[in-house]
């Protein structure tokens, strides 16, 4: 995510004016994923850098026998403005009998 211009990053508002105060001020963060036990969430500032987010971190999990539970899964907006969905799909490796995993489903 470190090319995605619509990734989350976290830092002061003193870094953000280019006015820092302290020697922290200089620091940003990159919050892409965070995991706890057996939960994942995502984060990323458009549903479209979302949605190329959650393939690439499908593909990695398939590829260590690792699948979503989507029945279980949850999108929150925060801070969105104007017409948002009330429903998104997300892309996702196929994981159907015979069916190729690199083929994309909704």
Sequence with gaps: ???DPDALV???SARKRN???LKDDGNCLMVAMVEATD????F????????RNTLAMERFQFAYGWMTQWSKSIACLLSATGDQPSTITLPSVTVERGANPL???E
């Design 103 to 105: 083929t994309i489903t």
């Design 39 to 42: 939960d994942s969430f995502l």
């Design 19 to 21: 006015d820092p105060h």
């Design 44 to 51: 990323s500032k458009s549903l479209s850098s979302l949605r």
């Design 1 to 3: 995510m470190t090319n």
């Design 10 to 12: 976290i830092s002061s």
